[in-house]
């Protein structure tokens, strides 16, 4: 029985590392779709959601069921209970990730209201916050979640300098940039809320391997 158990640890382990390399996907197409302008990139994003909440209820039915059947203690219910969590977080980023992409839509049409610097700085941070989340969840490594956690404070630096820029040097001076602006700001926003996924993810990782609730305080670290 025990056997089977862990067999089943494998597959859910598996099941949420398929998730996350959909969600991670996501991220990096609807971001191509805006630096390259591209409406079928943006488009693909936005249906490929279906194949994300799919999966998502296929994982917390999994989880549910090893509960229900096995009866895990410590170790392993921490581990089942995180994969129903991080789950969750990882559903959240694909659907920012199709946030993202209907922003573009909206911007396709137009001419670009200025070269994009900030934006794709902070997506890079947010898919490598993402990726190194999920790298600690498969190694079980805790300093890996503690870096990612100590690395969301750079994603509000870069959020908080495209919406000064949009603002300050294009909204505030002209109107009729809102159209183009408001996009980009929403873009920058929703490129934040991923990294605090991510952020989330990492905690959770740390409280499976460490018991050690951190989520609000970063100072323990």
Request: contains cysteine; negative net charge; hydrophobic residues 45%.
């Amino acid at each position: 029985m025990e056997r089977h158990f862990d067999e089943e640890l494998k597959e859910l382990n598996k099941e949420i590392l398929r998730m996350s390399l959909l969600t991670q996907e996501a991220i990096y197409k609807s971001i191509e779709s805006l630096k390259n302008r591209d409406r079928v990139i943006a488009t693909e994003v936005i249906a490929s959601d279906k194949k994300v909440d799919e999966l998502e209820l296929v994982i917390d039915e999994r989880c549910i069921d090893l509960i229900a059947r096995y009866q895990p203690m410590a170790t392993d219910l921490r581990f089942i209970a995180t994969a129903m969590k991080i789950n969750a977080e990882l559903e959240r980023i694909a659907d920012l990730a199709v946030d993202i992409s209907q922003r573009v839509l909206e911007l396709v049409d137009k001419p670009l209201l200025k070269p994009l610097i900030d934006i794709p700085k902070l997506s890079a941070v947010a898919q490598g916050m993402v990726r190194d989340a999920i790298d600690a969840l498969v190694r079980k490594d805790v300093e890996l979640a503690k870096n990612v956690v100590l690395s969301d404070p750079d994603a509000d630096k870069l959020r908080n300098s495209v919406q000064e820029e949009l603002i300050n040097d294009y909204m505030a001076r002209d109107a009729k940039t809102a159209d183009r602006a408001v996009p980009l700001l929403l873009i920058a926003r929703h490129l934040e809320r991923i990294c605090d996924h991510a952020t989330n993810i990492a905690e959770d990782v740390i409280y499976m391997v460490e018991a050690k609730v951190v989520k609000h305080h970063p100072e323990e670290l």
